[in-house]
């Protein structure tokens, strides 16, 4: 049977045409050749894909994978895959621009013939991925240094995608021209940059559509779907784009194969005058095929480069007879094309994991480098507050965060030891130690220096601090104080302050009581806290360490009276004040964790240990804490207010972190508690199922990078878990700062807020 002579086109226009004419006509056989031999792959993936989203969670609606390594058998199977890819590409890439460039030429190929000729050139096609990898691997890593270099990110991308769109361009010619001519990929190459002498700009066009084809399957197909149910970045959405390329990928192989399929001018506008006329005669001179452009008069001006067509002719199989195809073969490769992209969101959704959904908004808090957070529900909502060393502030997230009050700036060095605000009857209350002396002034004992409450209607009232006149003394203490810590608690109608300062060698001329530091409580039967009891502890007990980098002391209501916490980081010491009468007649000190280290630790910052104290169902404390030399986290439950019959359950494995846990109580008094997996890079809520937290529920939520530096943790009314975390600050010191100023260095931490749309995070309990 005679089939028709292949030839190419000689006007660009028509070459224009010809891709959609082709389309219809090529696009069975094109996806056959082309997608079939990556179909395993794709079906391969799908344990890849379970995987991935059962360790993910929903943000904002997007699927947001977490950052954790894969464990060893994925990462074998992910290496494989790409392994296989890479190998599998060459012949799949080969096959279906033969098919693309012989239909161009108006030539039939059939898919068998295309791929026992795309596996005969197997070293040409590998050698065209590895040339396109590494121009592609070169231009990424050109465009990551100049982002490192704080480019603006749209200039990199301006410079970066034309840039290699140049650079592969020949490339990109190469492949059908070495294809079709038998040639080496070396010449083959070479031809490509002659073939574009005179079409550098339709080789040019060529490429930058092939590779503007991929705008649909990324940010043009992510908008469409944004109005359809589909969680972006999750296995559905990657099953409708896997399938959108089935009708992708063969127009870009029409469009890669195109510059091979023209002999023409190009742009004709340089030579209008000029016709082009292909050599058929042997006694020319000239090899049969040539393409030379000849003057209206005839005189020849010199040949175009082309594809040999005379090579071509002799290098490709004939074509062979036409059969029709089985119903039952065309249904067996109509699923084989199909399926596989359904099989990730099939086993997904047949999974046993349902990632958590949250919403995620900035808090916008202002805070220092070392924040105290705290949280209340409130109306359907939360509010939190924040204190930290260069400013205070309360917002109330619902699920946005809106400020009710803020006070930041530079350092405030008369502020020591506060107390974030916590909820009291009809209001907010929070304490502080002021420091009344000038800053750069004599160190003579200033009568206003102390502890102070303040006690307020409305949050941003209680931001007001002693300076301005606000607040009441509770503890005057004129001398040099350090170590300085405070907690509040409401108490029936009043409140209960627990503060401590370091240890002085002579009395305090300001204060009435020998007051020499250590650790003090005032019980107040009224908000005003006009006539105090105080209560005394033991001298030896004390928070000693110069670092104060960590919420030392914790106080709730227990039963009648009251507990509180006071944590040692410099032994690494827990210990339990309590009180089981308002008057606290008979107070009672009790050791939870004993002596960790054998030497103080004053020598930089000491190991977080993190405790967090909260009055149980039952009226008795329940102590969360960081252990300060394994890094888990403990349950301690208290059976009675003093803490000395309790139980202790470790609740999570080791961390060479030491954040303080994120602790709340549900609507039923269940502990829930807001740690970290150091291991997989996590963030982690666990739901005790009862009240002593036998029984714990694990719910992975979002990834993290870095260490986390403090988080709070609220559930409100409907048990859905709040939470206002942060991460390390990261700045670098300006030109103008000392790099050894810590103060320079650190940037106040973003805090976000995170919230999760279902009671418990999704946790069954």
Request: net charge negative; charged share 20%.
């Amino acid at each position: 049977m005679n089939h028709p002579a292949p030839d190419t086109h000689d006007s660009w226009w028509e070459l224009a045409l010809a891709v959609p004419r082709s389309y219809p006509r090529a696009l069975v056989p094109l996806m056959v050749a082309a997608v079939l031999p990556l179909a395993p792959l794709v079906l391969l993936s799908a344990p890849l894909s379970v995987w991935t989203t059962g360790r993910a969670a929903h943000v904002n609606g997007v699927l947001e994978p977490a950052l954790a390594p894969l464990p060893d058998q994925f990462a074998i199977l992910a290496g494989l895959l790409l392994l296989l890819a890479l190998a599998v590409t060459p012949v799949a890439a080969g096959a279906g621009v033969l098919i693309a460039a012989t239909t161009l030429l108006g030539r039939r190929l059939g898919v068998r013939d295309a791929w026992r000729h795309a596996l005969r050139r197997y070293g040409t096609g590998a050698v065209w991925l590895l040339f396109t990898l590494t121009l592609l691997a070169l231009v990424i890593a050109g465009a990551a240094f100049a982002l490192a270099l704080e480019w603006p990110p749209l200039v990199v991308g301006l410079l970066s995608v034309p840039l290699f769109v140049f650079l592969w361009t020949p490339v990109l010619v190469m492949l059908p021209v070495a294809l079709l001519e038998g040639r080496g990929p070396w010449r083959s190459l070479a031809r490509a940059w002659l073939m574009g002498r005179t079409r550098r700009r339709l080789h040019l066009a060529c490429a930058a559509i092939a590779v503007g084809l991929g705008y649909p399957l990324g940010a043009g197909l992510d908008l469409l779907l944004s109005a359809t149910p589909l969680v972006e970045g999750g296995a559905a959405v990657g099953a409708v784009k896997l399938l959108a390329w089935l009708g992708l990928a063969p127009l870009l192989l029409l469009v890669v194969s195109a510059p091979a399929a023209f002999h023409g001018n190009f742009p004709l506008w340089n030579d209008r005058d000029v016709t082009h006329r292909r050599v058929r005669d042997p006694g020319s001179g000239l090899p049969t095929g040539t393409i030379v452009r000849e003057n209206p008069d005839g005189r020849t001006l010199g040949d175009l480069p082309s594809l040999d067509l005379a090579r071509a002719r002799a290098h490709l199989p004939e074509p062979g007879e036409r059969r029709p195809v089985r119903r039952t073969t065309a249904v067996l490769v109509g699923a084989a094309l199909v399926l596989p992209p359904l099989a990730a969101p099939v086993a997904v959704a047949a999974g046993p994991v349902d990632p958590p959904e949250l919403t995620a908004a900035p808090s916008t808090l202002t805070t220092g480098s070392e924040p105290l957070i705290t949280g209340m529900a409130e109306d359907g909502g939360v509010e939190f507050s924040t204190v930290g060393d260069r400013g205070m502030g309360h917002v109330v997230c619902d699920p946005e965060c809106t400020p009710s009050g803020e006070v930041s700036g530079d350092q405030d060095h008369s502020v020591m030891g506060p107390s974030p605000l916590v909820e009291v009857a009809d209001g907010y209350a929070r304490t502080a130690w002021h420091d009344g002396r000038p800053f750069d002034g004599p160190d003579d004992p200033s009568e206003d220096s102390g502890l102070y409450l303040f006690v307020c209607e409305n949050a941003e009232d209680c931001l007001e601090g002693a300076a301005d006149g606000a607040g009441t003394q509770l503890r005057p203490f004129g001398e040099n104080t350090y170590d300085a810590r405070s907690a509040v608690a409401p108490l029936g109608d009043g409140l209960v302050v627990v503060s401590h300062s370091g240890f002085q060698e002579k009395k305090d001329p300001t204060a009435e009581d020998g007051d020499l530091g250590g650790l003090r409580a005032h019980v107040c039967e009224d908000l005003e806290c006009s006539d105090p009891s105080v209560v005394e502890f033991p001298d030896e007990v004390s928070t000693e360490s110069y670092h104060a980098r960590d919420h030392r002391i914790d106080v709730v209501p227990a039963g009648d009276g009251f507990a509180a916490t006071l944590t040692d980081n410099a032994f690494g010491t827990v210990t339990v004040h309590s009180c089981t009468d308002p008057g606290c007649t008979d107070p009672e000190v009790t050791e939870v964790l004993g002596e960790q280290f054998a030497a103080r630790t004053d020598d930089g910052p000491p190991p977080r240990t993190g405790t967090t104290l909260r009055e149980g169902p039952d009226g008795t404390p329940v102590i969360v804490l960081r252990h300060p030399l394994t890094g888990t986290v403990q349950v301690v439950d208290c059976q009675d207010t003093a803490c000395t019959d309790r139980t202790e359950k470790t609740v999570t494995g080791p961390g060479w972190a030491r954040p303080e846990p994120g602790v709340d109580q549900d609507s039923e008094g269940r502990l829930q508690i807001l740690t970290y997996d150091y291991a997989d890079l996590r963030m982690v809520l666990l739901s005790c199922v009862e009240s002593g937290c036998a029984e714990v529920e694990r719910t992975p939520l979002v990834g993290f990078e870095g260490s986390p530096d403090r988080s709070t943790l609220v559930m409100d009314e409907l048990d859905r878990p709040h939470i206002l975390w942060n991460t390390p600050p990261s700045r670098q010191p300006d030109e103008d700062e000392e790099d050894d100023d810590p103060i320079a260095r650190d940037r106040p931490p973003e805090l976000e807020h995170l919230r999760c749309a279902e009671p418990w995070c999704g946790a069954d309990l």
